[in-house]
């Protein structure tokens, strides 16, 4: 049984404010900026400001900036990439509103590339786009620009910041008119290591998730060690559906380690292959000539199955890595992609003369909590933005340097809303300050079982499915959970007992749709049904039920 809330000793502190935001990328620091003239803002953080996945984005921005690119061509790339799951109005709203949230990011004093020895900001293309559109800053160091720009903008701006927080579980309430209200949430306060040192409730009149992903299910990711999907799976557990999880985005080139590397892996942006950079494999042949007609920047999803073909292959007896040769770039990489440059000298290795080492690690995640653009959510008073949502935007497979564009055109939007108007003022209602012995929580993950989890995941859920690695996927996560608590993995509530919990729900979520799934779309890819089915053009659902299992709801089109 997965629980239905997280354990938890009661509360001993309250705070009131208008708008709680979870989370302090991106998306939840474009939210409280946005709202914070007029509103008590708190942004609630389980670790620092920049421990998420913002931080870390190297290749940019896409948004049209140059005269010869237009709307509909950055429309038509997203839908492509997206592989029939986009909703095309949502896409269209996004890529109308991106290039005036670049120009925004750039008045609240984000410093872009320019055009080498020009004024122009300098635009670069990645996998799946068919003109340069993507801004960077720093070479590969866009998402830290962001997220100073955002966290100086945000403080300087009086939003307050609660660190070291980690949100539990939303506390609802009930409207006048009988809704279900989402009026705060339950708040673990821990220390720089994770223990917990009190728990408290946060009551808002509007609660908004910007939670990010949950890369960290996997054993080897792009995503730093704070994303596990606390957002997603706190939805969950307030009985919302959750949709498209199946499709978690690949980076088709992450570093290369080791065999035994696990944990956050240093990404080799897309935009090396934007600026030429060719994939080999071990035994010195091409891997995407052939195989689209974008060839090394195609879609990720496409390079990412292609690669990880090419390594069953086992090609010079080589199958878990394969080659990026980006030495056509000579010394210029090293001031192009200065973090990547410093990442390969770790491994001793020149990106001027030596080709990198890279592989498949899970990046993004497509799916989440169904949303607006503007935030909004099937529950009142709860709000969503960024890479917690599934928004219409990214359908089966998201274009690269799409989603730090939607999550500052999302967050933006959801603030100024909130800005505007806020729901009615809500009470918590009485039963939600249940505690340690409350029977819908189920014992939490013994955070050294976390592991199992990961690894169940990257040997059976990775790049390529079946339904025969699928079942050992969903077998050893149910034993896992169904021995949660007993004998030696008793565990207490923090951070990290707290996060393998959530991992474990979202693990076992996505395995479930993933079954569902029989096809080939976007980033989810059956060796049995290789094909991309018409009849599957449609969305799957995931929802928690009151037993603490996962149900999947939706169904082929015409059946
Ligand atoms: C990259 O730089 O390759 C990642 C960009 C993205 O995920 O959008």
């Not at 590397?261 to 494999?281: C, F, K, N, P």
């Not at 933006?412 to 918590?428: I, M, Q, S, Y």
């Amino acid at each position: 049984m997965l629980p239905r809330r997280l354990a938890a000793p009661a509360s001993t502190w309250e705070r009131d404010v208008d708008v709680v935001v979870l989370g302090s990328g991106a998306a939840g620091l474009s939210a409280a900026l946005a709202c914070r003239p007029v509103r008590s803002v708190l942004v609630v953080t389980k670790d620092v400001l920049s421990a998420g996945s913002t931080q870390w984005a190297q290749g940019g921005l896409a948004g049209v900036l140059h005269p010869s690119d237009t709307i509909e061509n950055h429309v038509r790339d997203t839908l492509a990439a997206g592989a029939g799951l986009c909703d095309e109005a949502v896409v269209r709203e996004l890529v109308t509103e991106a290039p005036k949230s670049i120009r925004y990011l750039m008045r609240l004093g984000a410093a872009f590339d320019p055009e080498h020895g020009g004024t122009d900001i300098a635009l670069t293309r990645e996998g799946g786009h068919s003109h340069n559109r993507i801004v960077h800053s720093g070479g590969d160091q866009s998402g830290a620009e962001v997220q100073r720009t955002l966290d100086e903008s945000a403080l300087g701006a009086g939003v307050d910041v609660m660190a070291r927080a980690f949100a539990l579980d939303l506390v609802m309430g009930t409207a006048a008119d009988g809704q279900r209200q989402v009026v705060g949430v339950r708040i673990g306060q821990t220390n720089e290591s994770g223990a917990l040192v009190s728990v408290g409730t946060i009551t808002a009149r509007a609660v908004v998730m910007a939670c990010g992903g949950y890369g960290q299910v996997f054993a080897s990711t792009s995503n730093p060690p704070a994303v596990t999907g606390d957002g997603v799976a706190m939805a969950l557990r307030a009985g919302l559906p959750v949709t498209d999880i199946e499709f978690i985005q690949f980076h088709p080139t992450v570093m290369w380690r080791g065999a035994d590397a696990t944990g956050q892996q240093a990404l080799v942006s897309e935009a090396v292959r934007g600026e030429g950079a060719i994939l080999y494999d071990a035994a010195g042949e091409r891997i995407m000539e052939g195989v689209h007609p974008q060839e090394d920047l195609a879609p990720r999803d496409v390079v990412a199955a292609a690669i990880s073909r090419r390594m069953a292959e086992a090609a010079a007896g080589v199958d878990d890595h394969v080659y990026l040769d980006a030495t056509h770039l000579g010394e210029r990489f090293y001031e192009r992609f200065p973090s990547i440059t410093a990442a390969c000298r770790e491994i001793g290795l020149d990106p001027a003369t030596d080709r990198i080492p890279v592989a498949p690690a899970a990046h993004y995640a497509c799916g989440g909590l169904r949303a607006g653009l503007d935030g909004r959510t099937a529950l009142r008073g709860l709000y969503a933005a960024g890479e917690v949502t599934a928004t219409g935007v990214h359908g089966a497979n998201r274009l690269a340097s799409n989603s730090l564009t939607e999550s500052i055109v999302a967050g933006t939007r959801v603030g100024r809303d909130l800005a505007w108007e806020l729901p009615d003022a809500v009470r918590p209602d009485p039963d939600i300050q249940a505690a340690a012995n409350d029977p819908m929580a189920a014992p939490l993950l013994h955070p050294s079982r976390l592991r199992e989890v990961r690894s169940v995941m990257s040997r059976h859920v990775g790049v390529l499915r079946s339904a025969e690695s699928l079942a050992s996927a969903a077998g050893a996560l149910g034993s896992i959970a169904h021995t949660l608590g007993t004998g030696n993995d008793t565990a207490e509530p923090s951070r990290r007992s707290w996060e393998g919990t959530n991992l474990l729900t979202i693990a076992t979520a996505i395995v479930a749709a993933a079954q569902a799934r029989t096809e080939s779309r976007g980033c989810h890819r059956r060796t049995d049904f290789p094909e991309r089915r018409d009849v599957w053009r449609t969305h799957l659902d995931v929802a928690l039920d009151a037993t603490g299992t996962i149900d999947v709801t939706g169904t082929p089109r015409g059946s």
